[in-house]
């Protein structure tokens, strides 16, 4: 039978199996299990979290949800070649559609890039291009934007490629920074519109790109 059939989509046929990748506190995976649920997001089921850290709180938010978590740390593994195909074989098992790095602390192997060509998607806390790259995480991003006297920040979700924090920029907000506001005030600022727009751009990204490609 035709997936559209008389004009109706068979939705649970279209829908993504979403894989996040965490490190740390899982607040943004937290807005994007919220928006599955309450259907912000729409066709996608968030199908499994990976963490590289055995404490992260994400893993406990993931659990409370009930998904499947794994955590695989990076010592079992002899490069980050091997550590990143072992990814790929969970992702596999878990058909995995779409990976969403939500917080993930490590660089993505060329192998797994390739694999996932255009479907990974990062948010990272800075209006990128600027104070992104190597080096660039949590409080160093907020920490950077406050020495260079910016009066804004905000957050940006991307393409994964390649170039750190390089990939095609997807969506961005911004926030103003008032003059005696310190790094965790400007954090808090930031990851607050991270709730916010990283949902809506994984919904624009499956409905607008995913779903018309039929990826
Ligand atoms: C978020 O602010 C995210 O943008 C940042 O780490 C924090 C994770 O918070 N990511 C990066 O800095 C990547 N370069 P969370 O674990 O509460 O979602």
Redesign the pocket.
């Known amino acids: 039978m035709s997936q559209e059939m008389d004009g109706f989509k068979n939705t649970s046929a279209l829908r993504k199996n979403i894989a996040v990748l965490?490190?740390?506190?899982?607040?943004?995976?937290?807005?994007l299990i919220n928006a599955v649920n309450t259907g912000k997001i729409v066709n996608a089921n968030i199908a499994l979290v990976i963490s590289n850290k055995k404490s992260?709180?994400?893993l406990n938010i993931a659990r409370d949800a009930k998904i499947p978590t794994f955590y695989v740390a990076r010592d079992l593994f002899n490069s980050d070649e091997e550590y990143d195909l072992f990814l790929l074989n969970k992702l596999n098992e878990y058909s995995t559609d779409l990976v969403l790095?939500?917080?993930?602390?490590r660089i993505i192997t060329p192998i797994f890039l390739k694999a996932f060509e255009n479907r990974i998607l990062?948010?990272?806390?800075s209006l990128l291009p600027d104070f992104?790259g190597k080096g660039?995480?949590?409080m160093?991003?907020h920490q950077a934007v406050l020495n260079s006297k910016s009066v804004k920040s905000g957050?940006t979700v991307h393409l994964v490629t390649e170039k750190i924090?390089g990939g095609h920029i997807l969506a961005q907000s911004s926030v103003s920074i008032m003059p005696d506001d310190s790094a965790e005030i400007l954090?808090a600022k930031?990851?607050e519109e991270?709730h916010k727009l990283y949902p809506l751009a994984v919904n624009n990204f499956i409905s607008t790109i995913m779903l018309n490609n039929n990826r």
């Open positions: 965490v490190s740390g506190n899982g607040s943004n995976l937290n807005a992260a709180n994400a790095l939500a917080g993930y602390l990062n948010i990272h806390p992104g660039m995480y949590g160093k991003v957050c924090d954090a930031v990851l991270e």
